[in-house]
């Protein structure tokens, strides 16, 4: 079936403002919002999401092979996509001012953020805008500069995205905080990002905040996840969800009292780096035991399928199961896919925090034999890990190296090595004063001097 013909079938919403936020290097754009006031003065909402299994049906090459990969993996000086790029950057990107197909979510929300109504279907949109975060956040604050209005597709902001965009984000204030009410885990990790020279060195070392505009966009994803995953929970049928189970009691109890004690001297990213690795992993499952840090019973994945297959896998569901379509093809073996997909999304997650080591690695390279301001994010019977203030690059400061004439005792229960003749003792979250010496990219080791 051709496009035109395709496009006759859907439901037509290019009349009605839509746009993406995505940052600012993005080139696949898998997700778009609608906005339109009712004539009951309600909200109607549009989550509108590329349709990539309308190009990619089950059986071809580049499903098998996007299957393999499972996931796209983000570096810091490149991407590896799932998709070719073809599909992931043209065909299924929704780029501003193009028809494009997707599955969509339609929600009229009230003013108070409760969901009225929602039906899930297929979409024809075009796109009016394409933001930034940081536009999109510029635009929240009512600071709308003059350069802004030649970067958004070459038009002008007008006073109708303005007002869509300010409606939206109080809307995600309500969900979020609906959300935190009911027990949601409220953990937010600043982004390393680094400049590179035109080599690919890097130059700086940079972190970005989550802003409200981020939010925005992260609570209308949840919203369409997790109506999806209740749709196909109550379907009777096997379908994929995204669980995250409860945190082991032991580990949690020992995270309580570690931060009962040391909760004033530790820095934020550092407690939260504890919690995250207190928690369970979130995994696709068959098997649905609801998202413990999400405080959800019902979550799928189904907002990102242009970077995850998993999203795929649901999208064929929601056609078959939801939608009722005749024909509708879905994955085989669900459970086996579900394992090897979160095989796949674990190997990425490494790969990306050895792609930031690296890099990290590759800076502070540049800067041996110089002094820095940190803090000892770590106590082992090796010595200390001390993350610094600025960058958040961690190296070691071996026990060896702490007292050449006194031997240092590892107390595991205090967080802290103590000398066995001064006393003196080096405690988690101690501020101190360190020289690199040493940065190995082979090893992805960094040695710190304590001065």
């Known amino acids: 079936m051709n496009l035109e ?92 001012g193009e028809d494009k197909l997707c599955m969509s979510v339609i929600f009229t929300l009230a003013r108070d953020a409760r969901v009225l109504k929602h039906k899930v279907c297929r979409t024809v949109i075009r796109s009016d805008y394409r933001l930034t975060y940081a536009q999109a956040q510029e635009i929240i604050n009512s600071h709308i500069s003059p350069s802004i209005a030649t ?9 109708e995205l303005q007002e869509a965009i300010c409606a939206l984000n109080f809307l995600a204030i309500i969900l979020r905080r609906k959300r935190m009410e009911a027990g949601a885990l409220d953990i937010e990790q600043e982004e390393m990002r680094f400049r590179l020279n035109e080599q690919g060195h890097p130059v700086d070392v940079y972190f970005e905040q989550p802003t409200e505009a981020n939010h925005l966009i992260e609570e209308f994803m949840l919203l369409a996840n997790r109506t999806v995953a209740t749709l196909l929970s109550k379907t009777g049928k096997e379908a994929v969800f995204r669980v995250h189970d409860k945190p082991d009691k032991e580990k949690l109890a020992a995270l309580h009292k570690f931060e009962r004690r040391f909760g004033e001297r530790i820095p934020k990213q550092t407690i939260e780096m504890l919690t995250i690795r207190a928690m369970a992993k979130a995994v696709y499952s068959t098997d649905n035991i609801g998202h413990y840090g999400l405080a959800f019973d019902y979550y799928t994945h189904f907002t990102s399928p242009i970077r995850r297959y998993p999203d795929m896998i649901v999208h064929r569901l929601v056609a078959k199961y939801i939608l009722g379509e005749r024909g509708a093809q879905i994955d085989a073996d669900l459970p086996e896919a579900c394992e090897h997909l979160s095989d796949c999304e674990q190997m990425a997650t490494q790969a990306e925090r050895d792609s930031v080591k690296d890099y990290q690695i590759l800076w502070i390279q540049d800067h041996i034999g110089q002094d820095f301001d940190g803090s000892i994010v770590n106590v082992t019977q090796y010595g200390l890990f001390v993350r610094l203030d600025d960058t958040h690059c961690e190296g070691l400061v071996p026990i060896r190296t702490l007292s050449h004439e006194d031997f240092m005792e590892y107390d595991e229960k205090n967080f802290r090595l103590v000398s066995k003749r001064t006393k003196k003792q080096y405690v988690l979250g101690d501020p101190v004063r360190v020289r690199v010496v040493r940065a190995d990219l082979d090893m992805r080791q960094i040695d710190f001097q304590l001065l």
Do not use: W
């Open 151 to 159: 970067q958004v597709a070459h038009q002008s902001i007008n006073s």
């Open 5 to 96: 013909a395709e496009i006759l079938r859907r439901r037509d919403m290019r009349d009605i403002l839509t746009f993406t936020i995505d940052p600012s290097e993005a080139k696949d754009f898998d997700d778009a919002i609608s906005f339109a006031v009712t004539d009951t003065g309600d909200y109607q909402v549009g989550v509108h999401i590329a349709d990539v299994t309308h190009f990619v049906p089950l059986g071809n090459k580049v499903n098998r092979e996007a299957y393999e990969r499972g996931t796209s993996i983000y570096l810091v000086d490149r991407v590896l996509p799932m998709l070719p790029e073809k599909f992931c950057n043209d065909l299924c990107s929704l780029r501003p």
